[in-house]
T-cell receptor
C-alpha cells in the first residue's frame, strides 16, 4: 500500500490476556518504529528496527512487551498479560533510513478492561 | 542526552491571527528537525522539516527555521484558519540515532 498500515484499528481486551498488534511499513523502508501515545500525552518510544541490525528495545516498558520484524518488513508488537495501564494508542512508523522523516500509521487503539 | 521541549498548550487563537509555537532541543549530534501535525481523529503527518542549520522548512503556510545558535525550531504561521486546529509535535532525529525524540505536543484551537 501507499502508507503505513496498522491492524486492528481498535482492540478491546480483558486484563490478563495477550494481544498482538500488526504493522505493515511502506515498501522499501528499512527503519520501523513503535511508539505509544496515552490519552493527552506525548509519544513514548518503544522499539526501533533498522534493516538486519539488532533492534533497539530500550523503550519497552516491561518484559511483557516484545516485538519482532519478519523479513525486514511486517512487524508485530505483542503485549502479554495486559494491564489497564497498557491502554493507549500504539503507533507504528517507518522511514527510508534511520535519519529521514518517518511516516506514521493510523494507530491501534488498545483498551484493556 | 537528546530531548525536545515545546510550548505548553492549549493555544486558542482567532482566525487570521499569527501563530508561534516554540520548540527548543538538546542533541548530542547534529539533528534533523521536524514538525508533525495530528488532526482530530487522525494519525501523525509530517508538516515540515529542516536537516541542517539555517534551513527553513515550509508547508501549507507554516514555516520553521533551524537555529543552531539558539537550538530552536519555532513553528510560525502568519494567518491561521479553523482547519489548522490540531496538535502539533516538534521532533528531532539524529543521523546516527535510532529513534525520533518528540515534544509533548501543543494543542491549537482556532475559532472563527
Amino acid at each position: 500500500g501507499a502508507g503505513v498500515s496498522q491492524s486492528p484499528s481498535n482492540k478491546v481486551t480483558e486484563k490478563g490476556k495477550d494481544v498482538e498488534l500488526r504493522c505493515d511499513p511502506i515498501s522499501g523502508h528499512t527503519a520501523l518504529y513503535w511508539y505509544r501515545q496515552s490519552l493527552g500525552q506525548g509519544l513514548e518510544f518503544l522499539i526501533y528496527f533498522q534493516g538486519n541490525s539488532a533492534p533497539d528495545k530500550s523503550g519497552l516498558p516491561s518484559d511483557r512487551f516484545s516485538a519482532e520484524r519478519t523479513g525486514g518488513s511486517v512487524s508485530t508488537l505483542t503485549i502479554q498479560r495486559t494491564q489497564q495501564e497498557d491502554s493507549a494508542v500504539y503507533l507504528c512508523a517507518s522511514s527510508f533510513s534511520g535519519d529521514t522523516e518517518a511516516f506514521f500509521g493510523q494507530g491501534t487503539r488498545l483498551t484493556v478492561v | 542526552g537528546n530531548s525536545v521541549t515545546q510550548m505548553e498548550g492549549p493555544v486558542t487563537l482567532s482566525e487570521e491571527a499569527f501563530l508561534t509555537i516554540n520548540c527548543t532541543y538538546t542533541a548530542t549530534g547534529y539533528p534533523s528537525l521536524f514538525w508533525y501535525v495530528q488532526y482530530p481523529g487522525e494519525g501523525l503527518q509530517l508538516l515540515l522539516k529542516a536537516t541542517k542549520a539555517d534551513d527553513k522548512g515550509s508547508n501549507k503556510g507554516f514555516e520553521a527555521t533551524y537555529r543552531k545558535e539558539t537550538t530552536s525550531f519555532h513553528l510560525e504561521k502568519g494567518s491561521v484558519q479553523v482547519s489548522d486546529s490540531a496538535v502539533y509535535f516538534c521532533a528531532l532525529s539524529l543521523k546516527t540515532g535510532n529513534q525520533f525524540y518528540f515534544g509533548t505536543g501543543t494543542s491549537l484551537t482556532v475559532i472563527p
